[in-house]
């Protein structure tokens, strides 16, 4: 990791505990959870340079369900359809996992395609949602982002050092974002 990103996860980092704090002491404490989560894997990425996927596809796969539990219950959505959505967007996760981490080029390429596929029924319910409609399309548009940097770094578009940066400057802007979005 170079000192770029050390300095960009630091900043992060940062943050998120901000972030955190103040949910804590807001009318919404338990959007604290979510900024929390991030801030400890950021942190995790600092010291433990070696499995910095691995901090950051468990982040994912704990605050994205949250934040989509947290857009899904603003819009009185069924708790059947929440789980579904929120099964979804985990399993989405777990596919990106295993396919950054998969060497052989087919592989690789399968496991983003099933990931991809299971996005898109996130994105239809996210562009269909009829309460807090900007703050599921930000959610959406970052979503979207994630998987474009996924694939360009899977096809060696773009090296790691900029990956983690625009992964991490993401992470800050998308939970910081979307809890100030949701926080009425």
Same mark, same amino acid.
């Given at each position: 990791?170079?000192?770029?990103?050390?300095?960009?996860?630091?900043?992060?980092?940062?943050?998120?505990?901000?972030?955190?704090?103040?949910?804590?002491?807001?009318?919404?404490?338990? @959007?604290?959870?979510?900024?929390?989560?991030?801030?400890?894997?950021?942190?995790?990425?600092?010291?433990?340079?070696?499995?910095?996927?691995?901090? +950051?596809?468990?982040?994912?796969?704990?605050?994205?369900?949250?934040?989509? =539990?947290? *857009?899904?219950?603003?819009?009185?959505?069924?708790?059947?359809?929440?789980?579904?959505?929120? @099964?979804?967007?985990?399993?989405?996760?777990?596919?990106?996992?295993? #396919?950054? /981490?998969?060497?052989?080029?087919?592989?690789?390429?399968?496991?983003?395609?099933? #990931?991809? =596929?299971?996005? *898109?029924?996130?994105?239809?319910?996210?562009? /269909?949602?009829?309460?807090? +409609?900007?703050?599921?399309?930000?959610? =959406? #548009?970052?979503?979207?982002?994630?998987?474009?940097?996924?694939?360009? +770094?899977? /096809?060696?578009?773009? +090296?790691?050092?900029?990956?983690?940066?625009?992964?991490?400057?993401?992470?800050?802007?998308?939970?910081?974002?979307? *809890?100030?979005?949701?926080?009425?």
């Amino acid at each position: 990791m170079s000192t770029t990103e050390t300095v960009i996860e630091i900043i992060v980092f940062i943050a998120m505990i901000v972030t955190s704090i103040f949910y804590i002491i807001s009318s919404k404490p338990w @959007f604290s959870i979510i900024p929390a989560i991030t801030a400890v894997a950021h942190l995790n990425m600092i010291y433990d340079k070696e499995k910095i996927e691995l901090y +950051r596809y468990a982040d994912w796969a704990i605050t994205t369900p949250l934040m989509l =539990l947290a *857009l899904l219950s603003q819009n009185n959505i069924t708790k059947e359809y929440i789980h579904i959505v929120l @099964f979804l967007s985990i399993t989405m996760i777990a596919c990106n996992f295993f #396919g950054i /981490n998969e060497t052989d080029k087919i592989k690789k390429l399968i496991w983003f395609s099933v #990931g991809t =596929l299971i996005f *898109l029924p996130i994105a239809y319910v996210l562009y /269909n949602l009829p309460i807090e +409609r900007a703050a599921a399309w930000f959610l =959406l #548009g970052a979503l979207c982002v994630y998987q474009i940097v996924w694939l360009l +770094r899977a /096809n060696r578009t773009i +090296r790691e050092e900029p990956t983690n940066i625009i992964y991490s400057i993401t992470d800050a802007i998308t939970k910081v974002g979307l *809890l100030k979005m949701l926080h009425i």
